[in-house]
């Protein structure tokens, strides 16, 4: 597994706020998961961090910050 920190720049929505709003892993098949972090928490599951970061990236205002970069 490799984790992750979703950081956002700009919420361009006005939902989630800015810095970092949620956490997530990347499992050895490629799937992803994420917990929403703030009021209005949540999870959702992936089938890759490509399909992830379209939905949720919102072009260059959202950043991932990987925690294992090494692995």
Do not use: P, Q
């Not at 706020?17 to 917990?35: D, L, P, Q, Y």
């Not at 929403?36 to 959202?62: E, P, Q, R």
Request: charged share 25%; hydrophobic share 40%; glycine share 12%.
């Amino acid at each position: 597994m490799k984790r992750f920190r979703v950081n956002r720049i700009v919420d361009v929505s006005g939902t989630s706020g800015t810095g970092i709003i949620a956490e997530g892993c990347v499992f050895s098949n490629g799937k992803v998961a994420i917990s929403w972090l703030g009021k209005f928490a949540s999870s959702v599951w992936w089938d890759n961090i490509d399909d992830c970061l379209y939905i949720m990236g919102h072009g260059d205002s959202t950043v991932i910050d990987w925690i294992d970069k090494n692995e």
